[in-house]
Structure formats: C-alpha cells, structure tokens
C-alpha cells in the first residue's frame, strides 16, 4: 500500500481537494483506495457522505476519520499489513506537528500544496524545514518519506507576480535546518494543479468519474460531454502518475 500524506502547516492550501483529486484518479485507473480524515471539520468524510447520498461514490474507496495522532499512525500500520489496498490518502489539518511526526514515520510520500504566493511559499518552505529537520530525529533518515510540493489553484493564466513566485522557488535555495543558512531546493513536482470550476463541483457532488459516469445518464443532451470534467479528471490522473513515479524511485 503506497501512503500519501497531505502536510501544509496552514489552512486553505488545498489539501483535501488534492486528496479528492488523487481518490478519482485512482478509482477511475480502478485502484482500491482509501483515505483518512484528521482534520476536526471532517472535510473528505462530509464529502464522501454527500457523494454516496448522491451515486457518485466508489465501493473501492474506504474513509476513515481520527483526530488522534496515534489511532492515525495506527490505522495506516493496520491497513498496510491487511494489503487490501494500493493507495491510501491522509488529510491534516495545518499546524500539528504531532501528528505530523507521527505520521511521517508510516508514509511513503509527504505532499505539500502551495498556492503561488509568497506567503504560501515560505508556508511551504517551513513544512520542508521541518521534514529537513526530522533527518536528525530518526535513526536511519534514508527511511523517511519523499517530500514533494506541487503548485496548487494556479489561473490558466498566470500574473507576473506568479510566475516571479514559482521561478524563484525553483531556481534558489531555501530548504534546511531553518536557522542556519538554506543547503537544498524545494523539491517542487514538474507539474502544477490548474484553478478550475470542475474540482468545485467536485468538492460539493463526488468522485470526478463517478461525476462523469452520472452527468452521461442524464437526459439533457449538454451534460453528455462533461469536457471540464474529463479535463480535470485527466489532471488529477497525470498529477497521481507523478506521485505514484516520486514513491516508486523512493523505494
């Protein structure tokens, strides 16, 4: 089972619509996929809930909710060992560093989302810091995850404040102990996550697939080429490709 957790210590980066991105991708390729909710708003569980009352949920996607670090760690250890899955996706809430330790020890790849602002970078450059930082908490640092960031919400057309934004963190320096001069980049992934209406209507109806699968039963004839919502499916697979590549070369 192949563990992706979704650490941003802030609020509103984009984590759980990254996670029900990844869970369509996965459930359109066919995968048996589940995730686990650790965040007091129950965002993924909520929207799991409205999309089995609406018939665009997956029976090969199985949710799980818990806002104890320890309970979370376990939950992935005992769903590793039962092999009944290939992805599993966890959502966190922003600053919970317990948890986060916790659960760094049982991923295979911590995913940090960032919208293209400065703020959001130096967010995003204090997560890396911190998994940075684990490599001197861990008796053999070669066993911690992968760390990724991916640039999330980006217009289709990107200002120049954008831009300057995403070519400085490519280009410079900015990750290490978070006291002493900066010695890696930040590990950003070669593609980005476009700002679309498809993923708010994803957030509110459902799997993407499933989204599609329901608008073509449907008599209007203008629902039965949902193009948006093939797009942003075919987004979120090339995006979970990259990922599932990132833990692969991991191993």
Not at 1 to 7: A, R
Not at 144 to 149: E, K, Q, V, Y
């Amino acid at each position: 089972m192949q563990v992706i957790t979704l650490i941003n210590q802030k609020g509103g980066a984009g984590k759980s619509t990254l996670a029900r991105g990844l869970l369509s991708a996965a459930d359109a390729r066919g995968m048996r996929a589940g995730f686990l909710d650790t965040d007091k708003t129950e965002n993924l569980v909520q929207w799991a809930g409205r999309a089995a009352a609406s018939d665009t949920w997956s029976d090969r996607i199985e949710g799980f909710k818990t806002l104890n670090a320890a309970e979370a760690r376990d939950t992935v250890l005992d769903l590793d060992e039962e092999g009944a899955m290939d992805l599993f996706i966890v959502d966190t809430p922003g600053d919970a560093s317990e948890l986060h330790d916790m659960l760094a020890t049982v991923s295979d790849l911590i995913l940090c989302p960032i919208q293209p602002s400065t703020s959001d970078l130096s967010t995003a450059v204090g997560t890396a810091n911190w998994m940075y930082r684990m490599r001197t908490r861990v008796e053999d640092p070669a066993q911690l995850p992968a760390f990724r960031s991916v640039i999330n919400r980006l217009g289709s057309k990107p200002t120049k404040t954008e831009s300057r934004v995403m070519v400085y963190a490519r280009s410079n320096k900015l990750v290490g102990d978070g006291e002493s001069a900066p010695v890696e980049k930040l590990r950003i992934l070669p593609s980005y996550i476009q700002q679309r209406d498809a993923y708010r209507r994803m957030d509110e109806e459902g799997l993407l697939g499933q989204m599609i699968r329901s608008d073509q039963a449907r008599k209007e004839r203008f629902f039965k080429n949902p193009k948006h919502l093939r797009d942003a499916l075919a987004e979120m697979d090339d995006f979970l490709g990259l990922c599932l590549a990132v833990m692969e070369e991991k191993q």
